[in-house]
């Protein structure tokens, strides 16, 4: 059975950075692409970043690079997102998944875990 469980989330000031994590367990990690995705209050899910198996390379949503850095441990079947700068726009759950390719149009395989809420605020 796959299972993502994503942590890190909280309460962050503007500005602050975050480190997110989702520990995936039920598949062969190493052998897929991860992504993160968020949702926004009100709105649709989004996707903000994704990695290949191997971990070299990234694909980052062109509004969010500088600051959103997707990293992954085959070791510790954990994938990791790192964010900079936070602005109150960031305020969402992220969720994590693996995608069908290591493609910005490919899509999530599984169904969704319960997230973790990054909530930017003064």
């Known amino acids: 059975q796959v299972q993502f469980v994503e942590s890190g989330g909280g309460l962050v000031q503007p500005g602050g950075s975050l480190t997110l994590s989702c520990t995936a367990s039920?598949?062969?990690?190493?052998?897929?692409?991860m992504s993160w995705y968020r949702q926004a209050p009100g709105k649709e899910r989004e996707l903000v970043a994704v990695?290949?198996?191997?971990?070299?390379?990234?694909m980052v949503q062109d509004s969010l690079k500088g600051r959103f850095t997707i990293s992954r441990s085959n070791d510790k079947n954990t994938l990791y997102l790192h964010i900079e700068s936070l602005r109150n726009e960031d305020t969402a759950v992220y969720y994590c998944?693996?995608?069908?390719?290591?493609?910005w149009g490919a899509g999530p395989l599984d169904a969704w875990g319960q997230g973790t809420l990054v909530t930017v605020s003064s």
């Open positions: 039920g598949f062969s990690f190493s052998s897929y692409p």
């Open positions: 998944n693996r995608q069908t390719a290591y493609s």
């Open positions: 990695i290949p198996g191997t971990g070299r390379g990234m």
